[in-house]
């Protein structure tokens, strides 16, 4: 072991390794900072590179690639409020209202010092971890996992918020709508309407983008001025760096967790950030802050998510299963360099192992670095007034929908989606409840049906099973203790509470309308395919109901309610135009997107929205358009990316990038 | 007069290129020099198709004239259908745009899932890459090699499978025919999670295509837990069922079931069984353009690939990455692709009917 490290020391620290390790970081930090693309489509750009390379060479520029993604992607999600992928859902909760009072640069440079710190000691644990990883991994089988998801799910607790109910219920949404699609055990397909899309359920990143992003842009629209209320920066990376620092614990805790289920196969790392994220809301003595701008919300995920992606490398590198997205294109690129991931990693190739596991470390510490040192000029994005940002913002949150299907289902579920997020904000129902509930729905069903007929039900008794149901107990207790009383968290309280509660009885009777049709979906189904939403419908029903009794007998005292429009920072002011306005202006756009496609909607968009929205002249309007229209051609030109396409592509044959 | 004869030019353009009559100017030399080819993967980054493709990209570009850029789309979903379908309505017929499939785009053709609206018809093959499956046991089943199986007769097996209409048919009614005892657990998310439940041990039968079962699992073999008992075998010229050429020691599905059985198999059963395994693996994936394509370009495709194959060093590549099977191209490639998308009528309604009885599923 100590032979294996000291050879591979020698390898990373030698110059040509650093050098394509620095190359790979900075192709990945290009194609990272816009959402939505990341892994995938930087191993096609890298490909033509590799071939021809010596391995050592084209190994150290892939691990640059594949290290930089989860963190590129967490200037828009700080500063705009735009998740690109799921590594920076859990980010944007913090980041962004942090960006909105001015704080950007010292989130930015917590979340860029986080990622840097957790990302080595993700490193320093795999260091060990890696020699006895094999017998572990194997010891969590179907029923653990299952086990593990039930252990996710019990953070809804603390992710709720002060009204229980409406918790559970967002959970319950989140798990309804994971639900939807090809049946894990039957493969039918389940509330889809006959469609092919919806046959393959809802991307995730479409889900994080309608539920996150769109609410935002139409609140910031609406409000008016920039992104940062003070149009002011505030202190600087320097401040975000101590941050880290004053909380490096947690940090540590943060990104062993992340480790250790980043390196568990098939539970994936999209739940890494929401139990992360749980995990410091349940420990913290003071929890009324998260949501609204507290720096160790950005912390604990941000920590969490570099280290996963070490994780993520063990069962790669030693079953061949890649645990994500961006593991599955290193896996990918390592067998097109022909290494062969399998047992030998730890016994014959050892020194390998520890120059792809120390390589990662390094590229984190010089994407986190290169990242820090841009951060505060990047962040001055927030200052720019927002009616400018808008059309680049929709153009950039629908692109990045299109890219996780390259579907025009995409942008209609990113609408649809959309408007269910835009309720939620509304009436405070708790976002990262649904998404986890959305992340956890289909590995919760299928390893639990899988544990059913692997050990029958007698899987509850492994030992296991047992310590993960216990440590599941242990979380809830925490975050029963730290559950914030009173008021509403999200309320500001100077505002008065809302004394009509129908639209808030409306959305209730929503959500009941939403379960009773996964009822009546449910039944149509074989025993196997119905059994799970069909008993996540009959919990959740009861408890929509009672909410739905609550507001419509508009009990206001009771801790549901909560009306955004009433107690929002817009509220009472002159001349903001209602939440209908701008989300036609959205409407109008994807519905443009279905008639022409995307490419001249878009540019339709940019000028018309401009034009009525801006005092801008002609000339800069033109120049805006052609600066946001035109980068995002020559992006798809280089990366072969299509834009969706409408009617009129569909009955003509249109050059591109019209078609 | 000049302009008369313009229009005249002009007017034939029009027809040759609206009715792809080809017109004696282009008949001649196909150039792709500068040309960027659109190669349709409906399967995403992580499985066999998409390896498959990345393998032969540069030899492509070195063997198409012109030397042309050959881009790779993957376009997942739907079970392969999404992005055939997108070839099948928007691919070109010049050449430029190309398409991959896998066994698990022919199943839902010849099983007629409603989510196809591709015909296999409708193309020209170009190349045909043949593979095999191998199916192994975990050494607790006391099991040494295919002569002792009818131990395992009695054992009660799981078998961690996608689904019945996938390519896992072929698996799950050999195991039928073989009079197995095998339980499958759908929801695995691909072969490597199978394969990763066998490990855990909590399937105890499994099996992988070759490429995989070379690379992931031989080291299993070397470590003693995984048993390589039989393969599907292959069909030679004259559609008899012979041993795969990748593993000459293994033996096939046919002669398994005369040593458990002490004669050859045959009936509905086993004609159906044996046309899905000729769908499914002699042709698993080949590379088509689309029917109406100037015949040259179609020539100049299939010259491309012939030459591509016979390239130096392609042979030691090929057999390290996708195992010892010859690539099929021109006639050869026309064969197997005859195979693979013609089911007798009589064998896929079987099937159909033996998915409905015993999975309750209509594809």
Redesign the interface.
């Known amino acids: 072991m100590i032979e294996s490290m000291i050879s591979a020391f020698a390898e990373i620290t030698s110059g040509t390794h650093l050098l394509y390790l620095f190359g790979g970081v900075i192709m990945g930090l290009v194609v990272g900072i816009f959402p939505g693309l990341g892994g995938?489509v930087g191993?096609?750009l890298l490909?033509p590179f590799l071939?021809g390379m010596d391995p050592t060479s084209a190994l150290a520029m892939l691990i640059g690639l594949v290290a930089i993604i989860p963190t590129s992607d967490t200037f828009t999600s700080v500063l705009m409020g735009i998740p690109g992928s799921s590594a920076s859902q859990a980010t944007v909760l913090d980041g962004f209202p942090l960006a909105k009072k001015g704080e950007a640069a010292r989130a930015l440079g917590a979340a860029f010092s986080a990622s840097l710190y957790g990302g080595v000691i993700g490193a320093i644990v795999l260091t060990f971890f890696i020699v006895i990883a094999r017998p572990v991994i194997?010891l969590f089988?179907?029923a653990e996992l299952f086990m593990l998801t039930i252990l996710g799910l019990s953070m809804v607790g603390v992710l709720a918020g002060n009204c229980l109910s409406k918790g559970l219920l967002a959970c319950g949404l989140g798990l309804m709508f994971g639900a939807l699609g090809g049946a894990?055990?039957?493969?039918e397909f389940r509330m889809s309407f006959?469609n092919?899309?919806l046959?393959?359920g809802l991307p995730l990143v479409v889900v994080g983008l309608a539920m996150f992003a769109v609410p935002e842009i139409i609140d910031l629209l609406r409000s008016g001025g920039s992104i940062s209320k003070s149009a002011k920066l505030g202190s600087g990376w320097t401040q975000g760096f101590k941050d880290m620092w004053a909380y490096r614990w947690l940090c540590t805790r943060c990104a062993g967790i992340g480790c250790i289920i980043g390196a568990l196969?098939?539970l994936g790392g999209s739940v890494v950030d929401w139990i992360a994220y749980g995990h410091v809301k349940q420990t913290a003595k003071d929890s009324s802050q998260f949501g609204k701008g507290d720096i160790r919300g950005v912390l604990a995920p941000e920590s969490a998510n570099n280290a996963k992606e070490g994780g993520g490398l063990i069962p790669t590198l030693l079953?061949?299963?890649?645990g994500s997205g961006s593991m599955?294109?290193f896996?990918?690129g390592m067998?097109?360099i022909g290494l062969?991931p399998?047992?030998?990693m730890v016994d014959g190739k050892l020194n390998l192992t520890y120059v792809i596991i120390w390589s990662l470390a390094l590229a984190n510490v010089i994407g986190a670095g290169c990242c820090l040192l841009i951060s505060r000029n990047v962040a001055q994005l927030t200052t720019i007034k927002y009616v400018y940002l808008a059309p680049f913002m929709v153009m950039v949150i629908c692109f990045a929908a299109f890219q996780a299907?390259?579907?025009l289902g995409d942008l209609m579920v990113l609408f649809a989606v959309g408007l269910v997020g835009i309720m939620f904000k509304r009436f405070g129902w708790p976002r990262p409840a649904f998404l986890i509930g959305f992340v956890l729905a289909d590995n919760s069903e299928?390893y639990l049906?899988?544990a059913v007929?692997?050990y029958d039900w007698g899987f509850l008794l492994r030992p296991g099973v047992i310590i993960i149901f216990v440590l599941t107990v242990i979380s809830i207790w925490f975050g029963a203790r730290n559950a914030p009383t009173g008021e509403t968290d999200l309320a500001d309280e100077n505002k008065p509470k809302p004394t009509n509660m129908k639209p808030q009885a409306y959305f209730a009777a929503f959500v009941v309308f939403l379960f009773a049709w996964g009822l009546i979906d449910g039944v149509q189904h074989?025993f196997l395919g119905a059994v799970y939403p069909v008993g996540i419908c009959l919990v959740m029903l009861p408890i929509a109901g009672r909410l739905f009794y609550v507001t419509a007998k508009n009990k206001t005292e009771h801790a549901a309610n909560f009306d955004y429009e009433i107690e929002g920072d817009h509220a009472g002011k002159e001349g903001v135009p209602g939440l209908v306005y701008y989300l036609t202006w959205l409407a109008g756009f994807i519905a443009t997107v279905m008639l022409v496609g995307f490419w001249i909607a878009i540019t339709g968009f940019f000028l018309t929205f401009l034009r009525v929205h801006s005092d801008a002249s002609w000339t800069r309007i033109l120049t805006m358009t052609t600066c946001g229209v035109g980068f995002i051609t020559s992006l798809s030109w280089i990366m072969?990316l299509n834009f969706p396409g409408g009617f009129l592509q569909y009955y003509f044959k249109l050059p591109w990038p019209l078609s | 007069m000049i302009r008369t004869s313009i229009l005249t030019l002009a007017a034939a353009g029009f027809v040759a290129t609206t009715f792809g009559a080809p017109s004696p100017v282009v008949a001649q030399k196909v150039d792709f020099a500068g040309k960027r080819i659109e190669w349709i993967i409906p399967y995403g980054t992580g499985g066999g198709s998409n390896r498959w493709a990345r393998f032969y990209v540069p030899w492509l570009q070195k063997a198409l004239p012109g030397n042309p850029i050959v881009a790779v789309k993957n376009m997942p979903g739907a079970s392969s259908t999404k992005g055939t379908n997108y070839f099948a309505r928007r691919g070109t017929k010049d050449g430029l745009s190309i398409l991959g499939t896998s066994g698990s785009t022919q199943f839902p053709f010849l099983l007629g899932d409603r989510r196809v609206k591709y015909d296999y018809a409708d193309w020209e093959v170009i190349l045909a890459t043949p593979v095999g499956g191998v199916v192994y046991i975990n050494k607790s089943l006391g099991v040494k090699s295919a002569s002792d199986m009818k131990k395992l007769q009695k054992a009660k097996l799981k078998f961690g499978s996608q689904g019945p209409t996938s390519l896992d048919l072929v698996p799950l009614l050999a195991f039928d025919i073989l009079g197995l005892n095998v339980k499958p657990v759908f929801g695995m998310k691909g072969r490597g999670p199978s394969r990763l439940a066998f490990e855990r041990g909590e399937v105890r039968i499994d099996y992988q295509t070759t490429p995989a079962f070379l690379k992931r699992v031989t080291p299993l073999v070397k470590k003693g837990i995984a048993i390589p008992i039989m393969t599907w075998g292959t069909l030679n010229e004259n559609g008899k069922l012979v041993r795969d050429p990748t593993f000459p020691n293994l033996p096939h599905v046919g002669e398994v079931y005369k040593m458990m059985h002490g004669k050859a198999p045959k009936g509905p059963a086993w004609t159906a069984w044996k046309a899905f395994m000729a769908a499914g693996f002699p042709a698993q994936k080949m590379i088509f353009v689309k029917k109406g394509t100037p015949k040259n370009i179609v020539a100049a495709w299939r010259a491309a690939a012939a030459k591509a194959i016979a390239m130096p060093g392609f042979e030691a590549a090929k057999n390290k990455k996708l195992g010892k099977y010859e690539q099929a191209t021109g006639k050869k490639a026309q064969a197997l692709y005859k195979v693979a998308t013609n089911v007798p009528p009589a064998a896929k309604k079987w099937v159909l009917n033996w998915l409905k009885t015993r999975y309750n599923k209509v594809p």
Do not use: C, N
């Open positions: 995938i191993l096609s490909l071939y194997l089988t179907s894990p055990a039957t493969g006959d092919a899309y046959g393959d196969p098939g079953f061949a299963i890649p599955a294109v896996l990918g067998e097109l062969e399998g047992p030998s299907t390259r579907d299928t049906y899988q007929q692997f074989s072969v």
